[in-house]
C-alpha cells in the first residue's frame, strides 16, 4: 500500500498540477518585469528600435530626393539623346560598340539620309535597274515606301534586294536577335552582330551599300493590337502609306493576323509560306493564296484565314516540293526537353515554335529574292502575271447547286415537301470544305476532278427538314455531315446508304473509314476557330 501511494498520485494532485504550475509562471513574470535589468534591456531595446527607424526613414527620403534629381537630369529624347523601346523581354536591345569602319560608314549614311549625297552616285549605282524598268517606272520605285515584317532568311533577303533595287523607304519590324544558326541563311549579318536585334543588324550592313536609304527600326513583335502603329504612314516624311507589306513571319497565328490586318485595312500585301524542308528551287512560285498547294505552312494560313471569311486575294511565295523518302522533314524535340517541363516553355515567346526547323540556306534566299521581285514589280506597274486565284467560283456554285438538289431529292424520298427548301451551307463553306478540308480530293478515289458533297450517313432520325418557323423551311444539314466524292461515287452512295439504308462501313474498305475520321476530326479542331 505504502509503495504505491509514494509511486502514484491521486486525481486531485494530477488535476491541481496545471493549475500550480501556471500560477509559478505568472509569477516568475512578474518578478522579471520588476527587475531593474530587465527594465533596462527593454528600454534599449525600443531606443534601437526608435533610432532604427529613423535612421531608416532619413534614408528613404535621401533615396526619394537621389532618384528625383537623378530624373530632373537625365535629358530629353532627341537627334543628340536617344532612347530605344525596351524589348519584349523587358531589356533594352543591345547595340555593340561600333568600330571606326561603322562609325564612318553611319557618318555617310546619316549625311546621304539628310540629302548631302550626290545623286549622280545614286544614278550610277542602279543605272542596271532604271533602264530595265525605264525612268517613269523606275521614279514610282525610289519614291516607294515598303514594311518588311520578320528579318530572318526570307525577309533580309528580301529587304537586301529591295534595298539594293532603290526603294528610298523601309520599315524593319521584327523582335528577334541574330544567333549563331542564323547566319547559314541570313543575308547580311556576321559573327559580330550574333547577339544584336535582327533590325539594327540589317540597317547597319546595308547602309554600307546604300547610305541614301531611309530606315524605321522596331525591335518589337508584331501584334494585332498594334497594328495601327506599326503599319503607320511614314513617320518622318510626308504621311506616306506603305506602297507594299512583305509578311517574311515564320508564326502561323502571328502570320494569320498580320494578313486578316492588311486585308481589312486595304493594304497590299504579298506573304511568304514555308522555305524550310525544301530543296528544289525550281517548284517555288508565286500565286494566289487560294492556289498554293503541297505546303504544310501555307495550308494552315489559308484554312485559317478561310475560317476569317478570307479565301482568296492574298499573294503567296510557296513551293510545290512534295515531301519524299530521305528527304528533310521537323525535328522531333529530344526527350530531354520534354522532361523540362511544357514544350511551350522552352519556345522564345508563347506560342512560337520551339522545334528545330531543318532549313537548306539557299531556300530562304530564293523566297526572299522572289518576293522582292513580286513587290518590285507590283509597285512599278511592270507587266506580269503572278498572283492569280483559281477562279473556281462556277465549280463551288456548281456543287452548291447539287448539295442543294440531293437534300431536296432526300426530303422527297422520306414523304416530305421539299418545296421552298433552303439549306445551311454557303458557296464560302464549299470552297472550305473541298479545299482545306478534303484537298480538293475524293475520299474514296482521290480523283481531283467531277467533284461533290454529299452525306456521310442518312440522318438517324429521319428527318431533315425543319419547320418550326412560318415561310421558313431549310435542312438540318450540318458541314460536318459532309464528303467529298466524285459525281459517279455520290451517285452510288446516294443509292446505297443514303436511300438503301447502309452503313459506309459495309460499302467502304477501312482505308476510307479511316480517311473519313481523320478528316472530321481535322475539321472539329479548326472549326472552333469559325
Request: charged share 25%; proline share 5%; glycine share 8%.
Amino acid at each position: 500500500m505504502e509503495g504505491r501511494q509514494r509511486g502514484s498520485r491521486s486525481p486531485r494532485q494530477t488535476q491541481r498540477r496545471p493549475q500550480q504550475e501556471t500560477e509559478d509562471m505568472s509569477s516568475w513574470f512578474e518578478r522579471q518585469l520588476s527587475s531593474h535589468q530587465f527594465q533596462l534591456a527593454a528600454t534599449a531595446l525600443v531606443s534601437g528600435v526608435t533610432v532604427a527607424g529613423l535612421i531608416y526613414g532619413g534614408q528613404a527620403i535621401r533615396r526619394k530626393v537621389a532618384v528625383e534629381e537623378l530624373k530632373a537630369s537625365i535629358p530629353p529624347l532627341d537627334e543628340e539623346h536617344q532612347a530605344q523601346r525596351l524589348t519584349d523581354f523587358g531589356a533594352a536591345s543591345p547595340l555593340p560598340s561600333a568600330t571606326r569602319e561603322e562609325e564612318r560608314i553611319a557618318a555617310i549614311a546619316h549625311r546621304a539620309q539628310q540629302g548631302d549625297y550626290d545623286e549622280e552616285l545614286v544614278s550610277e549605282q542602279l543605272t542596271r535597274t532604271a533602264s530595265f524598268l525605264t525612268p517613269p517606272r523606275f521614279e514610282k520605285l525610289r519614291s516607294s515606301f515598303v514594311i518588311i515584317v520578320g528579318l530572318g532568311g526570307v525577309g533580309s533577303h528580301c529587304t537586301a534586294a529591295l534595298a539594293r533595287s532603290g526603294v528610298s523607304h523601309i520599315r524593319l519590324i521584327d523582335f528577334d536577335q541574330v544567333t549563331l544558326s542564323s547566319l547559314n541563311r541570313h543575308a547580311v549579318a556576321t559573327l559580330v552582330d550574333v547577339g544584336t536585334p535582327k533590325v539594327q543588324c540589317v540597317r547597319k550592313r546595308l547602309e554600307a551599300v546604300v547610305p541614301w536609304v531611309h530606315w524605321e527600326c522596331l525591335n518589337e513583335v508584331w501584334r494585332e493590337d498594334q497594328g495601327e502603329r506599326l503599319l503607320a504612314t511614314w513617320n518622318r516624311g510626308n504621311g506616306q502609306k506603305p506602297d507594299y507589306v512583305v509578311d517574311a513571319i515564320d508564326n502561323i497565328d502571328s502570320k494569320v493576323e498580320l494578313l486578316k490586318y492588311c486585308h481589312q485595312h486595304g493594304l497590299k500585301v504579298v506573304s511568304s509560306m514555308g522555305a524550310g524542308c525544301k530543296s528544289d528551287p525550281s517548284r517555288i512560285f508565286v500565286g494566289d493564296i487560294s492556289a498554293s498547294i503541297e505546303d504544310p505552312l501555307s495550308r494552315t494560313t489559308r484554312r485559317k484565314l478561310r475560317l476569317l471569311g478570307i479565301s482568296e486575294g492574298i499573294p503567296v511565295v510557296y513551293s510545290t516540293e512534295k515531301p519524299g523518302l530521305g528527304k528533310a522533314q521537323l525535328l522531333p524535340l529530344p526527350d530531354e526537353e520534354f522532361l523540362k517541363g511544357k514544350v511551350n516553355e522552352l519556345s522564345v515567346l508563347p506560342d512560337f515554335r520551339a522545334r528545330i526547323l531543318p532549313v537548306l540556306g539557299t531556300i530562304p534566299a530564293v523566297f526572299g529574292y522572289t518576293v522582292a521581285n513580286f513587290v518590285i514589280l507590283e509597285i512599278t506597274g511592270y507587266p506580269h502575271e503572278a498572283g492569280a486565284g483559281k477562279g473556281r467560283d462556277k465549280m463551288y456554285d456548281g456543287i452548291l447547286s447539287g448539295l442543294q438538289g440531293l437534300e431536296e431529292r432526300l426530303a422527297r424520298s422520306g414523304g416530305q415537301d421539299p418545296m421552298g427548301l433552303r439549306i445551311p451551307v454557303s458557296k464560302d463553306d464549299v470552297g472550305y470544305l473541298i479545299e482545306e478540308v478534303f484537298r480538293g480530293k475524293s475520299v474514296v478515289s482521290g480523283l481531283p476532278t467531277r467533284l461533290v458533297l454529299t452525306r456521310w450517313r442518312a440522318p438517324k432520325d429521319g428527318s431533315r427538314i425543319d419547320q418550326r418557323w412560318d415561310g421558313q423551311k431549310y435542312s438540318k444539314l450540318q458541314l460536318e455531315d459532309l464528303v467529298c466524292m466524285t459525281k459517279e461515287e455520290a451517285a452510288m452512295h446516294e443509292k446505297e446508304v443514303l436511300k438503301g439504308g447502309k452503313p459506309p462501313e459495309v460499302m467502304y474498305d477501312v482505308d476510307v473509314i479511316q480517311l473519313v475520321q481523320r478528316r472530321r476530326q481535322e475539321e472539329l479542331h479548326y472549326g472552333s476557330y469559325r
